[in-house]
């Protein structure tokens, strides 16, 4: 097997192990988070990097993202996009709870 074949079987066991513990942490923490139409999701923004997944998942229509000014202003990002949740039209459903890679989104009460 090649060098090359090598780094990617590694790369592919590693990708299945990370899946499989994103996976289970998920079946854990999804039943300790509020779902309903007592409570509204809510993004930290501090932690959100745009990254639409949140948009993807939600049937609503109850997320938008914006831009936002970056505080670095040694960083020259053209477009610095951040989520935010439509009350209104919020079902509380904690699809993008679920989805947010980065943890930004929170369900809080209405
Ligand atoms: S909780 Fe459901 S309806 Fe509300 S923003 Fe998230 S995905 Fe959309
Ligand atoms: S999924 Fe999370 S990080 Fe990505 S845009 Fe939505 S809130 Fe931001």
Redesign the pocket.
């Known amino acids: 097997m090649s060098q090359v074949d090598d780094v990617k079987k590694r790369r592919q066991l590693e990708a299945a192990r990370i899946k499989q513990r994103l996976s289970n942490m998920y079946e854990v923490n999804s039943e300790e988070i509020p779902e309903g139409e007592e409570v509204?999701?809510f993004v930290n923004v501090d932690q959100c990097i745009g990254c639409d997944q949140?948009l993807i998942?939600?049937d609503?229509d109850?997320?938008e993202l914006y831009d936002a000014p970056l505080r670095n202003a040694q960083l020259h990002v053209e477009v610095n996009k951040k989520a935010k949740?439509l009350r209104d039209?919020?079902?509380?459903?904690?699809?993008?709870?679920l989805a947010c890679p980065t943890d930004a989104?929170v369900?809080i009460d209405r």
């Open positions: 509204v999701a949140c998942v939600c609503d109850a997320i949740i039209p919020c079902t509380g459903c904690r699809l993008c709870v989104i369900m």
